[in-house]
């Protein structure tokens, strides 16, 4: 135990002293023009709501991710879709509430959560 907290601490000083900083990479030019053009006639939601909140909320990903895996119940209903919307303030005066179902009580697909994910604007 005391030997992992040992290595632990190594690697964190490590990262101290060598100074370097994370940043994502340029993103794709031509993966956002088909992105901001496949989103201005889309939702950036589904048909349902959180229950926390009340309506669709948005999960901020970072910027370069491009697809999000969705699971369902059933064989081979699991896909990968592309994440076309990057993340902006609503325009004034937009109702933030619609018609949305909630989640039922077994739900069959990751759609049915009313989580969606939206690319981050940095």
Request: charged share 5%; with cysteine; aromatic share 16%.
């Amino acid at each position: 135990m005391v030997k992992n907290a040992l290595i632990l601490t190594a690697f964190c000083l490590a990262g101290l002293v060598t100074g370097q900083v994370a940043q994502a990479q340029i993103p794709n030019a031509v993966g956002d023009y088909w992105a901001l053009n496949y989103s201005m006639g889309r939702p950036w939601h589904g048909q349902y709501y959180y229950l926390q909140y009340g309506q669709p909320t948005a999960l901020v990903v970072p910027p370069n991710s491009t697809m999000q895996q969705n699971y369902s119940w059933g064989v081979s209903q699991n896909t990968m879709t592309p994440i076309y919307h990057q993340f902006g303030r609503p325009a004034p005066m937009t109702p933030p509430w619609g018609v949305f179902y909630g989640t039922p009580r077994w739900p069959s697909h990751t759609d049915q959560f009313g989580v969606y994910p939206v690319r981050a604007p940095w």
